[in-house]
């Protein structure tokens, strides 16, 4: 994942120590509550940043449901 502050000028790699995927499946940006970011990962994991990219967390309560072994994305074909 790559992230820019200067409208493309320069390039900084964040979440390379903290995420373990390189599959990055998802982004998303919190409108409405400044420097916070989402990730999704295949294998399916989700990790949350409140600093703008600084610093990332795995969210583990997504992990822990049953059927979490069976997610992917996109969907498999005979889901």
Do not use: H
């Amino acid at each position: 994942m790559w992230k820019t502050e200067d409208i493309g000028q320069t390039w900084n790699r964040i979440g390379k120590d903290e995420i373990a995927s390189n599959d990055i499946t998802s982004v998303s940006v919190s409108r409405l509550d400044y420097g916070k970011m989402f990730i999704g990962t295949e294998p399916t994991t989700l990790y949350r940043s409140n600093d703008r990219g600084e610093s990332w967390q795995k969210m583990i309560a997504l992990n822990k449901l049953k059927s979490s072994t069976s997610w992917s994305f996109p969907p498999r074909p005979w889901t």
